[in-house]
């Protein structure tokens, strides 16, 4: 049953929450109360949500937090009713949630992020759910909530390894992979004017990269030493940016393919948690930043935002599924099966 709007209050009803009840344990729906939003917050109507790597290793069980709990990350919706204090949303106004919702701006602390939706507490895998005011964005009006339910953890990564790097027109990003953070990449690289080098296993999979503005194309199973193909793309420069998605198997040669004062912004670990081998003396000598992104604050998501609208943007994505086969979603990220995002719907 659902809870209505009327008039200028709510009428509160139960609503359906897919909870982890364990460690580990898939989710399982599970009849709730509505939460009454309190001073500072709103209660969202949430009708999506999206996959992550980060969301796949939360339903492991591998991520710290109090069980049971609602997963899942990112979220999408309509403030259907309002707490005192609240100005800076409305009834009816379509919101996402940021990743990091106390994280407001500036640098992070370890305060800062430590409120997380789907690990510190519950996430948005629910028909209703509150949240603070300050943790919530605007979503652009051309989007869907569908679409606007990939950006929170995905778009805002990308677009936090861009701005570290300072790209702009006649700058050179390598990006890895075509999942969303990488697909992201070359959307808000090529928005901001510079060129794009995207590697995958798959040409079919490069052939989407190109579609979305990918302007060289490697496929590092034909071309394993991919770094020197960038090398050579780039007049033996080097790219300005190098987003590592891979880790442990990518990060030394991603060194080798930035420029030197380049940046490699490290964001995945697909090939596991182990050291990565890496030259310090190449890193030393040509001045390389290595930078680790997590995410980043509710302003830059704001700053993403503008950016989205005044470029027209939209996510790809490949797979949508419904709320409650969000074990089936999981699976098809950690097939590699889809290009860019996975999207939930939630009705």
Known sequence: MAATATGGGYRMSTHVAMVMNAQGAAPESEQRPIPVPGAGQVLVKVNASSVNYHDMVNLAGLIWGEWPRVPMTDGAGEVVAIGPDVTDFSVGDRVMGAFHPDW???????????????DSGDGWLQQYRVAPAAGLVATPLHLTDIEAATLPCAGVTAWNAVLEAEIGPGDVVLTQGTGGVSLFAVQFARALGADVILTSSSDDKLRIGSQLGATHLINYRTVPDWENEVKRITGGRGADLVVDLGGPETLA?????????????????????????????????NNIRIIGITVGSVLSFVELCELITTAAIKPHISHIFDWTDVTEAVRVLQAGEHVGKIALRIT
């Open 104 to 118: 407001q701006e500036g640098p992070p602390t370890p305060q800062l992020k430590a409120e997380l939706p789907g």
């Open 253 to 285: 040669q991603s060194v080798r393919a930035s420029r030197m004062g380049g940046t490699v912004a490290v964001i995945g670990v697909l090939t596991g948690f182990d050291v990565a081998p890496i030259s310090v003396a190449e890193v030393m000598l």
